[in-house]
């Protein structure tokens, strides 16, 4: 499903991450926990192949960096959703559209994507806001619409990047408890974040990683 071997992706000031080996079994729960430059985001950013192996190589699915050619990207890209801190909605546009976009991308036909983003949407509990836009809705609303995005394109593998990072602990919780729902369906889950004092109540696999390493 997901392996790293002995990734190592390193930046011109020489930071990044070094020998980063592990794999992530299908429907697993799985916490990347570091503190901040550990190199938890370069961890992603090497699965969703924005940043690239200087050494080692990363198996998304049937993609394997070493041989994946740039015109497949894209379909790498579709077996991952993956959601940030800061949302990354549209502003330009509606729930629906925000959710939609990726779907029209990909060029479904409107019934499909129809079906797709009201499913998605019920998902996360925000079925009622699919005529807002993204600036009139509560910051953890906004993160709920990123699931939605993340998922509609049922990817095997939901990535996040400290989701809860820019929210309070009341609604930090209501995010990961929705997270938890989606990877009970069988979607696997691997979320970077520092707080390792939120995930310890979840039962998923913790992976530390300090300095660029795993630990
Ligand atoms: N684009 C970049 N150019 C140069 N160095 C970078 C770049 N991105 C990250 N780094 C460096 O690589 C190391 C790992 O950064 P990374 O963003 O992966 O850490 P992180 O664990 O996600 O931290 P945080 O919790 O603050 O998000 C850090 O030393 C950082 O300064
Ligand atoms: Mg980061």
Not at 101 to 126: M, P, Y
Request: charged share 25%; aromatic share 8%.
């Amino acid at each position: 499903m997901l392996e790293l071997h002995n990734v190592t992706i390193t930046y011109p000031t020489g930071d990044g991450i070094r020998k980063c080996s592990f794999q992530v079994a299908p429907g697993e729960m799985v916490f990347l926990v570091g503190p901040s430059g550990a190199g938890k985001s370069t961890v992603l950013k090497g699965i969703y192949l924005d940043e690239w192996p200087a050494e080692g190589h990363i198996v998304v699915s049937e993609f394997n960096s070493l041989f994946i050619a740039k015109r497949e990207i894209p379909y790498l890209r579709r077996r991952l959703g993956v959601i940030f801190q800061d949302f990354k909605l549209l502003n330009d546009r509606d729930v629906f559209r925000n959710v939609a976009f990726v779907l029209e991308v990909v060029g479904r036909r409107n019934k499909e994507i129809k079906r797709r983003v009201l499913r998605a949407l019920a998902d996360v509990g925000l079925s009622h806001k699919s005529r807002k836009y993204p600036q009139e809705l509560s910051g953890g609303e906004q993160q709920r619409i990123a699931i939605a995005r993340a998922i509609v394109n049922e990817p095997y593998i939901l990535l996040a990047d400290e989701p809860t990072g820019n929210l309070d602990p009341v609604t930090s919780r209501e995010i990961m408890d929705v997270l938890v729902r989606i990877n009970l369906r069988g979607t696997s889950l691997l979320v970077a974040t520092h707080n390792y004092e939120m995930v310890k109540n979840y039962n998923g696999r913790i992976i530390r990683i300090e300095n660029g390493e795993i630990i």
